[in-house]
């Protein structure tokens, strides 16, 4: 259950735009599409380990209200500290959403 006094943290939601110029050439920029409270837990390196990092400080897990139409090609800032989402879970039906993430 996700409870109102847990979600301490501020985060921003990003997701990538890319833009092609006159030129031809493309570039990717990340545009804020979201921004809310969060309860932020330190993932235990069995969570990560044989996949996605060496160390707790470089895996987090994510605990937020329900949002459509979040996927793995977004990304958490939080704190000025960039996360990659690497996996996401729907808590209840649509009560909440679980974003297991690595620093970038």
Not at 69 to 82: E, F, S, Y
């Amino acid at each position: 259950m996700i409870k109102a006094g847990n979600l301490q943290h501020r985060i921003e939601l990003q997701r990538p735009t890319e833009t092609v110029h006159p030129t031809g050439s493309v570039s990717t920029e990340w545009t804020t599409y979201a921004t809310g409270r969060a309860e932020l837990r330190q993932a235990g390196i069995s969570e990560f380990l044989t996949a996605y990092g060496e160390g707790t400080e470089n895996n987090a897990v994510f605990i937020l209200r329900w949002l459509p139409g979040v996927t793995v090609a977004d990304r958490i800032v939080h704190a000025g500290k960039v996360w990659n989402i690497v996996a996401l879970a729907e808590i209840g039906r649509r009560r909440g959403l679980e974003l297991r993430a690595v620093a970038a």
